[in-house]
C-alpha cells in the first residue's frame, strides 16, 4: 500500500471518528432535555379535552369515551414499532370490554383507513396530521417520537404515559394496574408507583 493511500485511509477513519464523536456528543446534552420532557409528562394529571375526525372524517371529542378507562395509543401508518404492537392492542380489544383501547393516528386518513382493514384492527382510531400532533404536545411529548400509550382512569386521572413500543407483559401490567384501580382496589398514588418501572 502506497504511502498516499494509507494517509488517505487515515484521514477517512479520523474524519469517522469525528462525525461519531459529534453524533454521541448531540446525544449526551439531548438527553437532559428528553428526561426533562419526559418528567412534564408526570405534570399533566388529567386527560385534557381535544377533538379529532375518525378515519371516515366524522369528529369525535374524547368526552365520548368519559366514563371508561382508556388506553390511548398514539401511532401512524409508517411507524414499524407502531405497527408491530397493534395486534397485542387489537387482542386486548377484544378479550375484554372493560379498558377501552383508543388509536390516535398522527397521518393521513386513507393510509389509516387502508392499513387498519388490512392488519384487521378493529378498535376506534382518531385521524389528524398537525391536528394530532397539537394533541400529543398537550401530553407534553412534542416531536418526541411515536408510539407512546396513555393508560387513563374512568374519572380522566391519567395513570402513566408510556412512551416507546409496548410489549404483551407490559401491555399487561396496564391493564391489569386499569383494572385494580377503576375497581378500587388501588388508590391514584398507588396506581402510578405500580406504572412507574415501565
Known amino acids: 500500500m502506497s504511502a498516499w493511500m494509507r494517509w488517505s485511509l487515515y484521514a477517512v477513519m479520523l474524519l469517522c471518528c469525528v462525525i461519531i464523536g459529534m453524533g454521541v456528543y448531540v446525544e449526551m446534552n439531548q ?35 368519559a366514563g371508561k378507562p382508556l388506553l ?7 411507524c414499524a414499532p407502531c405497527r408491530r404492537e397493534m395486534p397485542l392492542l387489537q387482542a386486548l380489544h377484544v378479550s ?46 412534542p416531536g418526541l417520537g411515536l408510539p407512546f400509550t396513555v393508560l387513563v382512569g374512568s374519572n380522566a386521572e391519567i395513570l402513566t404515559v408510556f412512551i416507546g413500543e409496548i410489549d404483551a407483559d407490559e401491555l399487561n401490567k396496564l391493564a391489569e394496574t386499569s383494572r385494580a384501580f ?17
Open 182 to 198: 377503576d375497581e378500587g382496589r388501588i388508590d391514584l398514588a398507588t396506581a402510578r408507583h405500580r406504572l412507574l418501572d415501565l
Open 31 to 65: 438527553a437532559p432535555e428528553l428526561a426533562d420532557t419526559v418528567n412534564n409528562t408526570r405534570e399533566l394529571k388529567t386527560l385534557p379535552e381535544f377533538s379529532l375526525s375518525d378515519m371516515w372524517g366524522e369528529q369525535h371529542a374524547i368526552g365520548e369515551w
Open 72 to 78: 390511548i395509543n398514539f401511532w401512524a401508518t409508517w
Open 96 to 141: 375484554q370490554s372493560e379498558l377501552q383501547v383508543l388509536g390516535i393516528a398522527i397521518d393521513r386518513q386513507p393510509d389509516v383507513q387502508t392499513y387498519m382493514a388490512e392488519a384487521g384492527i378493529t378498535y376506534p382510531s382518531l385521524v389528524g396530521e398537525e391536528d394530532a400532533m397539537a394533541v400529543s404536545d398537550l401530553f407534553g411529548l
